[in-house]
């Protein structure tokens, strides 16, 4: 087997705060091999920002990350903060919801899309400015030479979602990670947003993380998928066998609240009851088991482990949807 790109065990990150210690980011462990595609999903509050950040170390200053995260074999948590930025500078690049949190409003279009190549590649200034150019072209903006010269604020929010995605691009990342990426943006525009990083993902081959809310998002986008659920992996599949055959019972939960265009007008649409898990909480049981219908005694005074099936399914429920399978087999490094 080869090395994965990306190799996490046993990832936490905890947030000290005044009402408690935030388990962000609880026990977590995944692989994603070169030029592949995960989506990361799960209700607002449940990691997923947390996770992503935890892998290029750019969490609140006060948090407390372990456990293990190797990029090509090499041990990203014993870098230094500065360590890591050099090594992952031109590696991984991150497009966030809000570009305009993102993209420096003083600074013209042109300089923010220089300055990683001139860093990190150590191209000079002309040579640059023709890969702007042809980076704005790829990812789809018109008169891509009069918006180099302008600023941020002269675009509109799915033209400046496209030059943040042109800026991630521009040092050719090996992986690159977008955290609800689109979530800001009207729908149809969200549409052609995401076909873009789809199409430029395979294009360069590059490997890519499509955080979202939203299951329909990361549908026919991704090559697996990984649930989120109070800080922890609670499901991971290829998005196949995700979809036709969820195992963990908030998976169907989740699937079950997607209106589906088959379904009658005025089908009601399933929300998952109850709230979100308090991520302060410590105690045994399963994180969703107060909200679960399946929930057994078990549920409530054993956290279930993450467990392998037949290919590569892994989930932590212990009444599975469909039944326990006898081929189960414990995930090295995950859970406690
Ligand atoms: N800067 C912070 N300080 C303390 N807790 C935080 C901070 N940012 C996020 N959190 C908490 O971490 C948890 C996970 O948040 P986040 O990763 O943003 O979730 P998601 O991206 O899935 O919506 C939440 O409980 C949130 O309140
Ligand atoms: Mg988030």
């Given at each position: 087997m080869t090395t994965p790109l990306l190799s996490v065990r046993d990832l936490r990150t905890h947030i000290p705060t005044p009402r408690g210690l935030v388990r962000a980011v609880e026990g977590v462990s995944f692989d994603l091999e070169r030029g592949r595609t995960l989506g990361l999903v799960g209700e607002s509050g449940s990691?997923?920002?947390?996770?992503?950040?935890?892998?290029?170390?750019?969490?609140?200053?006060?948090?407390?990350?372990?456990?293990?995260?190797r990029m090509d074999g090499e041990?990203?948590?014993?870098?230094?903060?500065?360590?890591?930025?050099?090594?992952?500078?031109?590696?991984?690049?991150?497009?966030?919801?809000?570009?305009?949190?993102?993209?420096n409003p003083v600074v013209r279009i042109g300089r923010q899309l220089t300055e990683g190549p001139v860093r990190h590649l150590g191209m000079n200034r002309r040579r640059a400015e023709e890969r702007a150019l042809e980076l704005l072209r790829q990812v789809g903006i018109p008169e891509p030479e009069r918006r180099l010269r302008q600023y941020?604020?002269?675009?509109?929010?799915?033209?400046?979602?496209?030059?943040?995605?042109?800026?991630?691009?521009?040092?050719?990342?090996?992986?690159?990670i977008a955290d609800e990426a689109t979530t800001a943006l009207d729908v149809t525009v969200q549409k052609q947003i995401l076909?873009?990083?789809?199409h430029l993902q395979r294009e360069r081959g590059m490997a890519m993380i499509m955080v979202s809310h939203d299951l329909g998002v990361v549908a026919g986008r991704t090559d697996e998928v990984a649930v989120m659920y109070g800080g922890r992996l609670v499901e991971q599949a290829t998005t196949t066998a995700l979809f036709d055959a969820p195992r963990h019972r908030y998976t169907r939960?989740?699937?079950?609240?997607?209106?589906?265009?088959?379904?009658p007008r005025g089908t009601p649409l399933r929300t998952i009851e109850g709230s979100p898990?308090?991520?302060?909480?410590?105690?045994?049981?399963?994180?969703f088991a107060p909200r679960c219908a399946a929930r057994v005694d078990a549920c409530v005074t054993t956290e279930p482990q993450l467990v392998r099936e037949d290919g590569g399914h892994t989930h932590a429920c212990l009444v599975p949807v469909g039944g326990p399978r006898r081929t189960a087999t414990a995930v090295r490094g995950a859970g406690t």
């Open positions: 990691g997923k920002s947390m996770l992503v950040r935890s892998l290029i170390g750019i969490t609140p200053a006060r948090a407390e990350r372990s456990g293990e995260i041990d990203l948590l014993r870098l230094s903060r500065a360590g890591l930025r050099r090594y992952l500078g031109r590696r991984v690049a991150m497009v966030f919801q809000d570009p305009m949190t993102s993209l941020p604020h002269q675009l509109s929010g799915g033209m400046r979602q496209r030059v943040m995605i042109a800026i991630a691009l521009a040092c050719e990342p090996e992986l690159l076909d873009l990083l789809s939960a989740l699937l079950d609240a997607i209106p589906r265009m088959d379904h898990p308090d991520l302060t909480r410590t105690g045994p049981g399963c994180p």
